[in-house]
């Protein structure tokens, strides 16, 4: 079994449920549904998890990196206490008029974790709940995959069996 393999997923929609609003706070963040038990498994069967999220509430001005980071460091030690490591988090803090090369639907976020951990595409796959996540997927030539909460863990179970 190949030892380096990962899943990417986006934040908003994926690990917690999406707000009109924008999440902006730790007391705004829920988690989805089943998200701590797809992780379990990613971990059980040796996945790396790499969180790949467009955050322009930084660049909209509603909150700070200081604040994001905190939300970050909440989830990750929510997760930590349900054995569940996240093993990197990349974000890009751009409104989508600015050009960056890190906004979904480009691919650089998933590009510095492929690099950063040494994968291959085939090794890895994609879990997004919009198009520009799938696209982005699709230009590192990574399995994507679209989904809702209620499909996740289905999905999980699926890029287990084939990668």
Not at 4 to 27: E, H, M, P, T
Not at 48 to 64: E, G, L, P
Not at 101 to 111: A, D, H, L, T
Not at 146 to 158: D, H, R
Request: proline fraction near 2%; charged fraction near 30%.
């Amino acid at each position: 079994m190949n030892t380096n393999r990962a899943v990417f997923l986006d934040r908003d929609g994926v690990i917690n449920v999406k707000r009109d609003d924008y999440v902006k706070s730790w007391k705004e963040f829920e988690f989805t549904k089943d998200i701590h038990e797809s992780l379990k498994l990613l971990m059980e069967q040796k996945f790396k998890i790499i969180i790949v999220t467009n955050q322009s509430v930084i660049n909209r001005k509603i909150i700070t990196k200081l604040e994001l980071d905190e939300i970050h460091k909440k989830m990750q030690l929510n997760f930590l206490k349900n054995n569940i490591v996240i093993d990197a988090i990349f974000y890009c803090p751009h409104k989508p008029n600015e050009g960056c090369n890190c906004r979904k639907p480009k691919s650089e976020m998933i590009e510095r974790g492929m690099k950063l951990f040494k994968l291959l595409p085939e090794n890895c796959a994609l879990i997004g709940d919009s198009v520009s996540d799938i696209d982005a997927g699709n230009k590192v030539k990574i399995k994507s995959y679209l989904t809702n909460e209620q499909k996740l863990l289905s999905i999980i179970k699926e890029i287990i069996q084939k990668i």
